[in-house]
């Protein structure tokens, strides 16, 4: 009978002890949740530090692959210069948007609002970009807060995100937006249109900070190139 009642107190003091480890493992764990929300305030916040950067950009549009090399200086500045197709670029100056189609030998020159996304896609990946789309869409996790892998079989691991719009007037129904944990640097955006046409852009090989000069976001266009203007708004 003694060895019963030791056995039982011990085992309180086992299950006694158990609930309050799991109680203070709950706080502990309550304590390191992150949301979806606070995460991406936290990149974008980053992004508000970074001066300038380049990267190398993979581009998908409509199941046909670009690649180049894109350049981004704040508070508005960015330029894309394509290596696929070769030759082509996209140069935002703020006010105004030109893209260079040599191919067609086309100048296509917009004026717009100075708003992060005026380049498409790729303006996403800065400091307004992010500011517009806290503004415009409701943000949560794709998958949960830990790193999951990029795709299928990959050994690099993102924090993945879903945005989806607060209402139809916005061009993409919802973006994807895979982070890299380490630098808080964008790493993929995919983003859908109502149409359920897919844009996904892949960023690599980040340089932050280089004192990128102005000049390298003004483009002269080849002379030769017919100029179409307002095209965006264009029959």
């Known amino acids: 009978m003694y060895l019963g009642i030791k056995n039982t107190k011990i085992m309180k003091n086992v299950i006694f002890f158990g609930i309050i480890f799991a109680m203070v493992t709950a706080s502990v764990s309550a304590e390191n949740i992150t949301t979806a929300s606070e995460y991406f305030n936290s990149v974008s916040e980053f992004y508000g530090t970074i001066k300038d950067f380049e990267a190398s950009v993979e581009i998908t549009a409509a199941k046909k692959e670009m690649a180049g090399d894109v350049s981004f200086k704040r508070p508005d500045l960015l330029r894309i210069d394509f290596t696929n197709p070769a030759g082509q670029v996209i140069a935002f100056n703020g006010s105004n948007l030109t893209i260079y189609l040599p191919e067609a030998s086309a100048i296509l020159n917009q004026e717009v609002q100075s708003d992060g996304s005026s380049a498409g896609g790729a303006g996403l990946a800065t400091p307004e970009g992010l500011s517009l789309m806290k503004r415009y869409y409701t943000i949560a996790y794709e998958i949960g807060q830990d790193p999951v892998p990029l795709e299928d079989g990959s050994d690099e691991k993102v924090i ?62 080849p002379s030769s190139a017919n100029n179409y203007n307002n095209f965006l708004f264009s029959e």
């Open 160 to 221: 993945k995100f879903i945005l989806y719009r607060r209402n139809s007037s916005e061009a993409f129904k919802n973006i994807k937006l895979a982070v890299t944990p380490e630098t808080k640097l964008i790493r993929r955006i995919e983003a859908t249109t109502s149409h359920g046409e897919v844009f996904t852009f892949d960023f690599h090989d980040y340089k932050l900070n280089q004192d990128i000069p102005d000049q390298r976001f003004i483009y002269d266009a």
